[in-house]
């Protein structure tokens, strides 16, 4: 029996074991395992093929991929750590920790949740097929711009399939996002009290519930102008290319922030536990939060300046671009003031929340300055553009990656990783992050352009400290792998607030048993910054 007004929520019955226990799993805990285990094996995957890459640029010439080949080794790189790499992570944490943190017993729709992660294998088993099929992979980078990926071999079909049925799983696991955060909240848990992670979690799931059908649409007109004759963007046929880049960015531009969000929202549950304060600016947050979710929408142009569009609609998608760095400053400034004369002590997640913090902020400064559509037109297209994206994504989702599992690590697991380790990882990746990363500022200002295998002479040195300092940064990412499966088997046993002085809501609050009415349900104890203090009162109070 529900709630009335609320989704039904599965009684949680004996789990099966073995192969079955994943394979139908409705427990949201067992689902957010799946998707970081997933996430992570998808991580190495794209990171093997960010390799190829830099091994190829070592040196000017061709090495090792002729032209076409790399540009298949772009393409997926870019596919698989956006839509099987960053996306998957941050789903799986909301798994993980959302009904936790709101007192729900679940997800709303256990059944739904499990279909959700099990469509994310066949499509990325889909997008690695493309590599083997006649013409290869589609090589037309992972913007897939029209026309020429409609010109492109059957992998183009192959990864249009997979692109539908990822965005399938994530419409799923954001309605399940939803639904649990407005309807399975426990009492007294009002929506300007819960954690920041609940709201980023929110707010990006009603991104993707907005922006993933349009992408579904820009790939499906790119299938049926390859086989059906219509000629959306073919100029030939009376179609026009520059579209297809209007509904595409539609699309990209919020999934940046797709990606960055659950980051900022990461990062204000970790700083405030290791400042031994409560985070600085809760409702300012918020609505920071709420604001970049809703400019995201307003600035998709500034990837096109360069398409010969009229100089007003430049400087409207210029200044707009200009007004979404308010709300980011406004985050960064309160992070700032959260630490500012608190008791901090610098664990593993602090030092990966330190780090996003400085690291996203340089990506930022770099994109204010791509948004100045005279600069952009000279640096469109250029290594500097990589180096911006990356700072923001490498630098700010997967340090913000980082920080969640080690931070949430004990919950999880009921063990500690080792410390050590932890921030040998830390310091290793940030140390070759940016030898990796900062070289291609350089790299663009000298007008290297991007998805090239070749380049001039002068270009040499700083590709090749790139490519050393991807190696490194790679093999760094093995410290974690070691850590994470030496700490699961021998890790010590965690204590039950391990990171002391924490007021992290999870840890105090227990699981609740399923109740059927609010006259039973326990009233939350719940303090200013959306913690939940306590659990008092009620039939399983």
């Not at 969000?261 to 609505?287: E, N």
């Not at 770099?366 to 700072?391: E, I, K, N, P, R």
């Amino acid at each position: 029996m529900a709630i009335a007004g609320l989704a039904a929520v599965p009684q949680q019955s004996h789990r099966p074991h073995g192969w079955r226990r994943w394979l139908f799993a409705t427990n949201h805990k067992d689902i957010g395992s799946l998707y970081l285990w997933f996430a992570f094996c998808m991580f190495l995957v794209g990171g093997v093929l960010a390799l190829c890459i830099r091994a190829e640029l070592f040196r000017p010439g061709l090495q090792f991929f002729q032209p076409e080949l790399f540009n298949q080794l772009t393409t997926l790189h870019g596919l698989i750590m956006v839509f099987g790499a960053i996306m998957p992570a941050f789903t799986g944490l909301a798994n993980w920790m959302l009904p936790l943190m709101i007192g729900a017993p679940d997800m709303a729709f256990a059944r739904m949740n499990n279909w959700s992660f099990w469509l994310l294998p066949p499509a990325m088993a889909l997008l690695l097929l493309s590599f083997v099929v006649p013409g290869g992979a589609a090589a037309a980078g992972w913007t897939l711009y029209a026309p020429l990926s409609v010109q492109l071999g059957m992998g183009m079909d192959l990864t249009i399939f997979a692109i539908h049925i990822l965005g399938v799983s994530s419409i799923m696991g954001a309605i399940n996002i939803v639904v649990t955060i407005i309807n399975l909240r426990a009492p007294g848990m009002g929506m300007m009290k819960m954690p920041m992670f609940a709201w980023a979690s929110l707010i990006t799931a009603y991104l993707i519930i907005a922006v993933m059908p349009v992408l579904a649409g820009a790939v499906t007109m790119v299938l049926t102008d390859r086989h059906f004759g219509t000629h959306f963007f073919n100029a030939a046929g009376g179609g026009d290319p520059i579209l297809y880049q209007h509904v595409f960015w539609f699309f990209g531009h919020p999934e940046v922030y797709i990606m960055a969000l659950p980051a900022f929202g990461i990062v204000s549950q970790v700083i405030p536990t290791f400042a031994r304060k409560p985070l600085f600016g809760y409702t300012s947050m918020v609505y920071a939060t709420s604001s970049i979710g809703v400019l995201s929408f307003m600035v998709w142009a500034h990837h096109m300046f360069v398409t010969g569009m009229p100089a007003t609609a430049q400087l409207f998608f210029m200044y707009a671009t200009m007004l979404i760095a308010v709300p980011t400053g406004v985050k960064v400034f309160n992070w700032i003031a959260t630490m500012w004369e608190g008791s901090m002590s610098f664990e593993t997640p602090m030092l990966f929340a330190i780090g996003f913090i400085l690291l996203f902020t340089i990506g930022g400064l770099s994109g204010v300055t791509l948004s100045v559509a005279a600069v952009d037109v000279q640096l469109h297209g250029s290594y500097y553009v990589v180096a911006h994206f990356h700072y923001v994504l490498v630098a700010g989702a997967l340090f913000s990656l980082f920080s969640a599992v080690y931070y949430w690590f004990p919950k999880m697991t009921g063990r500690m990783y080792v410390e050590r380790l932890g921030q040998l990882h830390f310091w290793w990746s940030l140390l070759w992050f940016n030898v990796t990363f900062f070289p291609m500022h350089f790299l663009g200002l000298a007008g290297m352009p991007r998805r090239i295998p070749d380049y001039a002479l002068q270009f040499t040195q700083f590709n090749q400290i790139a490519s050393v300092g991807a190696f490194m940064f790679g093999l760094g990412q093995l410290i974690f792998l070691v850590n994470i499966l030496y700490s699961l088997r021998h890790g010590k046993t965690a204590a039950q607030q391990p990171w002391e002085g924490g007021n992290t809501l999870e840890w105090r609050l227990p699981t609740p048993a399923p109740y059927h009415s609010f006259s039973e349900a326990p009233q939350l104890d719940v303090a200013e910054n959306g913690v939940v203090v306590a659990m008092q009162g009620g039939k399983h109070g």
